[in-house]
């Protein structure tokens, strides 16, 4: 009996990464897309920095003209003076759920760990095809 060589181990385990690996990551970069695609994404407005008796904040007008006020403490807009504008993002469905700084895209992760995996899994794809001419 002799002893397997490190090409007879390589064409399963080839074999076992794309089987493991290529389906999971192209799976993760289809529902990236879908997530991408049709979830709501963020809108953007103009926000008017305010102060009246009831507190300092922010006031914008959303996509369907209706207006939304953010109160904010005096601290934190403690760079900006009254009517002074900046972007706000929002979400169209949940207009109280805002912030000033540009969302990042939905799924950043899974699109990353998609394509780890779909690398792997084509490189061990290729690799078990080359691997049976040596």
Request: proline fraction near 10%; glycine fraction near 10%.
């Amino acid at each position: 009996m002799t002893m397997p060589t490190v090409l007879d181990m390589a064409g399963p385990i080839l074999e076992m990464m794309t089987w493991l690996c290529l389906p999971a990551g192209l799976m993760l970069l289809a529902y990236t897309g879908i997530l991408r695609r049709f979830v709501h994404p963020w809108s953007v407005a103009e926000g008017v920095v305010y102060a009246d008796p009831s507190g300092t904040g922010f006031r914008w007008f959303d996509d369907k003209y209706r207006v939304h006020h953010a109160p904010m403490s005096p601290f934190d807009i403690k760079d900006l003076a009254v009517g002074d504008t900046l972007p706000i993002y929002y979400h169209p469905k949940r207009p109280t759920q805002w912030q000033t700084a540009a969302p990042e895209p939905p799924g950043r992760t899974a699109v990353v760990l998609g394509r780890l995996l779909t690398g792997i899994g084509t490189a061990a794809l290729i690799g078990g095809s080359v691997l049976p001419m040596f």
